[in-house]
């Protein structure tokens, strides 16, 4: 069974730091895309960055979070992280790791569980 595994939440005050992680456990599949995306209480699920994991590694990142959070991928199969620096209390969520493999058929998409990210003002 496929699972996506996450750790790094946790309460941090305003302009702290935190690194989440999230390996990507039980598959054979290579996936092409991981990220993170996360959801406030009261508000539609977002984008926060998402990164190709093969070839060029590019990356996208959700507008509110550019220039302070930064994704990467792990030196193994299916790592990715998130490195989350000058953190606001709106950047108060849930956030889920994401990953998907488009190379197959049927494409294969997996969610985290979610893992909470509380910013302290």
């Known amino acids: 069974q496929v699972q996506l595994v996450e750790s790094g939440g946790g309460l941090v005050q305003a302009g702290g730091s935190l690194r989440l992680s999230c390996v990507v456990s039980?598959?054979?599949?290579?996936?092409?895309?991981m990220g993170w995306y996360r959801q406030a209480p009261g508000k539609q699920r977002e984008l926060v960055a998402i990164i190709i994991n093969t070839g060029s590694g590019s990356t996208n990142y959700g507008d509110s979070v550019k220039g302070r959070f930064t994704i990467s991928r792990g030196a193994g199969k299916n790592t990715v992280y998130l490195q989350m620096n000058s953190l606001e209390p709106e950047d108060t969520a849930v956030y889920y790791c994401?990953?998907?493999?488009?190379?197959?058929?049927?494409?294969?998409?997996?969610w985290g569980q979610g893992t909470q990210v509380t910013v302290s003002s």
């Open positions: 039980g598959s054979t599949v290579s996936m092409s895309v």
């Open positions: 994401h990953a998907r493999a488009e190379h197959v058929i049927p494409r294969l998409t997996y």
